[in-house]
């Protein structure tokens, strides 16, 4: 196994055990909750607490991430906000001198596209997914009183900042010889989620498509019948060596598919169950969920999930 394989495989196995939930913030002289690390050569990320956004972690509760390549330096997730995206700005440039020529947000949510004014008044432009547009068109004032309420000061010089660049399926952008796929695999866990495949390193930076380390919500929107086709359908069929969740510590893909795929598909068998036996969704919340409770966020998330799930299979 070649170094940075075993790395990765190392990690796997052990940061189930030690996120970051109840971790203080790493990197205190910044804003960044963690400072970058180069997963493999060219592709960094700066990991984001596990925990809910918070004043203390600034909203850097995923990942940051970014390539640098002979021309040109693309971002993908804004920040969650433009102290946050500032914070990233800086430790880009104690890495390379070359510009940042491209934003990514991996979808419409807070942390991937609040920090957006900053790298528009950098003169980057800013890619994301329509359905993404569309959510922050929609819901961009919404998500940005979230951040006020719970970053205070630091929310001050954040603006709600549109992405002026869209795509539906599928864009390449070569860039120094490197060709980046941002793609739309499918439906997945929120309105335009995407993910970045580099194929010549077999480097997935997946979203929130992937989880591992903390437990995947399930919002109201959410079709997770949809998530597992797009899994099986669109994702596994790359076979990434190396993934870069949205949330926790790089990875591999059999760490995230058991637990997102098999999460997903446990949940279910248990809520189909459930309905099948006549339960109804007071006692839906109470389903056996155990096996994942070493998750973060388990606390915050399960019963949720699954009265999301009894609602959405309900009618299936």
């Given amino acids: 196994m070649k170094p940075l394989a075993a790395a990765i495989a190392m990690i796997a196995v052990t940061t189930a055990a030690s996120a970051s939930e109840d971790i203080a913030d790493q990197y205190p002289q910044s804003e960044l909750y963690s400072k970058p690390v180069e997963?493999?050569?060219h592709v960094f990320s700066a990991i984001g607490a596990t925990a809910p956004p918070t004043y203390e972690n600034s909203g850097h509760n995923n990942n940051l991430s970014f390539i640098v390549t002979d021309d040109g330096v693309?971002?993908?997730?804004?920040g969650a906000s433009s102290r946050l995206a500032a914070a990233l700005h800086e430790e880009i440039k104690a890495v390379t001198d070359q510009p940042v020529v491209l934003v990514i947000n991996e979808n419409g949510q807070g942390h991937a596209m609040l920090g957006n004014g900053y790298w528009r008044d950098q003169g980057v432009d800013i890619l994301a997914h329509a359905d993404a547009i569309a959510e922050t068109t929609e819901n961009g004032d919404f998500i940005f009183q979230g951040m006020e309420r719970y970053n205070r000061d630091k929310a001050m010089g954040s603006r709600v900042e549109h992405a002026n660049l869209s795509f539906d399926d599928e864009k390449i952008v070569?860039?120094?010889g490197v060709e980046i796929h941002v793609l739309h695999l499918g439906p997945a866990h929120d309105p335009g989620d995407l993910q970045v495949w580099i194929p010549q390193w077999s480097m997935l930076i997946a979203g929130?498509?992937?989880f591992h380390e903390r437990m995947l919500p399930i919002f109201e929107h959410t079709c997770t019948s949809c998530?597992?086709?797009t899994w099986e359908d669109k994702l596994e069929p790359l076979n990434p060596t190396y993934v870069i969740p949205g949330h926790g510590h790089p990875t591999n893909l059999a760490q995230v598919r058991r637990y997102t795929r098999d999460y997903l598909i446990d949940l279910r068998a248990k809520i189909g169950a459930h309905i099948e036996e006549g339960g109804d969704l007071a006692?839906?919340?109470?389903v056996d969920q155990d096996r994942w409770r070493n998750l973060d966020t388990f606390e915050e998330l399960a019963t949720k999930n699954a009265g999301r799930v009894f609602e959405e299979m309900e009618w299936e």
């Fill in 208 to 210: 929130d498509i992937a």
């Fill in 74 to 78: 693309v971002v993908i997730n804004a």
């Fill in 39 to 41: 997963v493999i050569p």
């Fill in 174 to 176: 070569t860039l120094g």
């Fill in 283 to 286: 006692s839906a919340y109470y």
């Fill in 227 to 229: 998530w597992l086709e």
